[in-house]
């Protein structure tokens, strides 16, 4: 079935500890995203990429990394998780970057950081 | 920054149209998308417009006035699977996506 997937579904984690979210496309789209969604503030981008290879920085990006090794592939690493780190964690793409093209979310991740 | 504006939270009843606005004020316009999210679910896209006017989607329609920088998304016959949280996205003249907090709907029997 064609889409995005997201893993873990959810973690618990001890603040300190490196975390790495997976995503993976197979819709072949250039462009991805990673967003964070808190109660009352919507969904933050952290980090898009707009084709492999490259990677850019979005609204909130402080704390995290990303990398984009092939068109698939967006993992999004916490180095050292903090409690404010505590989110659910959607991955998404859209065909090209620089466009109004629809953007296609992942499942999430429920994140918690202790 | 961009600012997107949607109202909290809406009640109605099953059968009745209920109406979401969303303002705007954001760094350039390039289209404005209304997203679909149930609990614990991802978003899912319903409708874009980057025109003035309205489109109609079956029993979802949504407006835009570019000039007052404002939207509106319309839902009628309302069912209980509309109940869900819906956003409104602006991708503004950098071409990054902006999301207001969205807006519950709960649907009532």
């Known amino acids: ?114 | 920054g961009q600012n997107i504006d949607q109202p909290t939270e809406m009640t109605a009843t099953e059968g009745a149209i209920v109406q979401i606005n969303c303002t705007y004020q954001t760094s350039g316009f390039n289209g404005l998308f209304w997203y679909q999210q149930h609990a614990g679910e991802a978003p899912t896209f319903l409708s874009y417009n980057v025109l003035d006017g309205l489109e109609e989607k079956g029993r979802f329609s949504s407006f835009l006035s570019r000039s007052k920088g404002y939207s509106y998304l319309l839902l009628k016959e309302l069912q209980m699977k509309d109940s869900a949280s819906y956003l409104c996205a602006v991708y503004a003249g950098d071409y990054k996506l902006s999301f207001g907090a969205g807006t519950t709907v709960t649907v009532r029997a």
């Open chain 1, 1 to 114: 079935i064609a889409g995005i997937t997201q893993a873990p579904t959810s973690q618990i984690l001890a603040a300190g500890r490196r975390m790495t979210l997976r995503c993976t496309q197979d819709m072949r789209h250039n462009a991805m995203y990673w967003y964070r969604q808190d109660l009352g503030l919507g969904l933050r981008l952290i980090h898009y990429s707009n084709t492999a290879g490259t990677t850019g920085k979005g609204e909130v990006p402080d704390g995290y990394s990303v990398s984009r090794a092939n068109t698939d592939d967006f993992p999004l690493t916490l180095a050292s998780a903090v409690p404010s780190q505590t989110s659910v964690y959607f991955c998404a793409s859209s065909e090209k970057a620089g466009s109004t093209d629809t953007q296609y979310f992942g499942p999430g991740t429920r994140l918690t950081v202790l």
